[in-house]
């Protein structure tokens, strides 16, 4: 063979080559990740996901399928079968007022599966699966229902001069919360008594609410309030609860759950008041 033909053949196989790249590199940039099965946790990086939220992705999409984990044995991310990129390459437009996070199937260890997608919507805001960077919802029975008027109330009787003078407000600048597991806490911050049992405010704040170190369920962070005699309603609305004589004891709880935390992690209560 001669040198020039020899010549000519490296060239066309660099030709070849750099073209296969090519090719190769404009399928790879071209394929969507939601338009193929992608096991978990492999699927995290490629739909742009951290680890943490993907974690609550899948968390969501079981409590949502109504599995408990020691049901699920694999997961995996796949095309949603009712809209957007699909396996044959045809996109079918989507038409739902939340937006879509993942498409789910929990592979089970009795052998079935079960599919399901993680939508965000209304208070996507509080939940790690909608948002890398989630909020703490916090509230507290005045503000949250407590001073609703029923249908047919009859209105709550004055406070009492006598009891409004025997009563004494639970008043806390700060409150540390050491977090230490996942699971439900409820943290006594202190006692308070209260006019003829009726509540006149309650609120509080948290230190910092971007759930970066603590993450809890959309619920977030409550004040209770409730009566140290288990015979007294619960504090839920005051038309319901009604007038009770004297100065009424009450235990005052922040109420939460925790999903995920940081080692050495903690919450801070600020400016509570009950009165």
Known sequence: MSTSLRRALRVLVAIVAIGSVALSGCSLRSVDPRSADIPYPQACALYKLSRQRCDAVVADGRAQAGLDARQVVSVTFIPDPDCGPQPNGETIVCARSG?????LRFGLADGGQVEGGVYCGVDSNYRLACTETPEIRVSAPVGSGYSD?????????????????????????SFPIPIDRVGHYEVEVGRATLPNGILSETTFGLANTDAIEVTTTPYGVALAVRSTDPTRPPFTNRFERGWHQGAEEVRVLIVFDVTAFRP?????VVDLVVR
């Open 264 to 268: 050495g992690a903690g919450l801070e």
């Open 149 to 173: 008027t029923p249908e047919g109330a009859t209105p709550v009787p004055t406070i009492d001069p006598v009891a409004a003078t025997s009563a004494r407000p639970l008043e806390v600048a």
């Open 99 to 103: 937006s879509q996070v993942a498409y």
